[in-house]
């Protein structure tokens, strides 16, 4: 079977927002979100850079893009438009980094490519009880995830960031506990820590 190559779809930065002092949230729009599914919060894209980390806006025949994945943390399809956030761990080497370098000085009427997007592992809504663990990387699929679960949930979230002022709102349900720690904290032991 012939697969058709997937095309990137091009989309427009609306806002950048320093959300906190090692998260930054962009903002993205454009025609190409009509066609997102309505519960593509948490799923993942792909932004692409060239070897030299610039965002590209059309696939060179024989040249393959560097690739970034991140969460969709919030869809608003009545905008087209997604919430990305980034965390802001920049780096000497120009090898990595590429999606934070971006995002820390994207701007408004800025240009990016992305594909997807692409399926997360479904949660079992119908689950007694659940455990979620987080570092900043996996905080956006965390808040999204979180948020889709019964209003009557029950669990825990342990979750690290770099320091405090990055603690964020979640919108968790109720019956959950949710536990933030900082960087000197152990996500391992704190996760084990927890009574189940």
Not at 18 to 36: D, H, K, Y
Not at 37 to 58: M, Q, R, V
Not at 105 to 112: H, K, R, S, T
Request: hydrophobic content about 40%.
């Amino acid at each position: 079977m012939n697969r058709k190559k997937p095309t990137p779809k091009h989309l427009t930065v609306v806002s950048s927002e320093r959300v906190s002092p090692n998260m930054q949230r962009i903002t993205l729009q454009g025609e190409a979100l009509t066609n997102f599914p309505a519960d593509c919060e948490g799923s993942y894209i792909k932004f692409l850079f060239d070897s030299a980390g610039n965002t590209i806006h059309e696939m060179v025949e024989g040249e393959r893009p560097v690739m970034r994945t991140y969460t969709i943390r919030k869809f608003m399809p009545e905008a087209s438009s997604i919430e990305v956030d980034f965390v802001r761990h920049i780096t000497k080497d120009l090898q990595c980094g590429f999606a934070a370098r971006w995002a820390d000085n994207a701007e408004a009427g800025d240009n990016v490519s992305i594909m997807g997007p692409g399926p997360i592992a479904d949660i079992d809504m119908a689950a007694d009880w659940f455990f979620m663990v987080a570092d900043m990387t996996a905080l956006p699929a965390l808040s999204a995830k979180i948020k889709t679960l019964p209003r009557d949930a029950k669990g825990y979230a342990v979750i690290k960031v770099q320091q405090s002022d990055d603690i964020q709102e979640i919108e968790a349900p109720t019956g959950f506990k949710v536990t933030w720690l900082v960087e000197e904290d152990s996500l391992s032991e704190n996760a084990e820590a927890q009574p189940w």
